[in-house]
């Protein structure tokens, strides 16, 4: 969190040691938060479009690898970098892939996306209330 620049290298210079998904789930996570950290969002956005969250879970159930890390950590990590670029709810874009899809993966009740401030503060709310703080 503090030196996501050499985060991004070392976890980037990581994937010359994998040889499956199933060995690189911790490497492109880390990446995923490193990106988001750095304010790099597009190449956050690239990351998953390559390595889905449910290619992920396949690989390596990510309930059973790490008890600190989730499917929910990583649809937050989307919603935030989506957000980020702009890309808030498909009224805003034809593109499927947004902030309200990916914050709406994690909530019970389905968020209505209305405008950025109130969709901001439904990933607020949700990042404290679940102690994710460490993504803003």
Known sequence: RQHPDSAIVVFRTGFDFVTSLRDSVDIICGLAGSYLAYGDNSKAVDLFSKYTVSSFEDAFPLKKHDVFLGTDDLELVQAMAFYRLGLYSSAESEDPDNAVYHVNQVLT????????????????????????????
């Open 109 to 136: 009740t389905p968020v209505i996306y209305t405008d950025p401030q109130s969709l901001i503060q439904v990933i607020t709310d949700y990042l404290k209330q679940t102690k994710g703080e460490y993504y803003l």
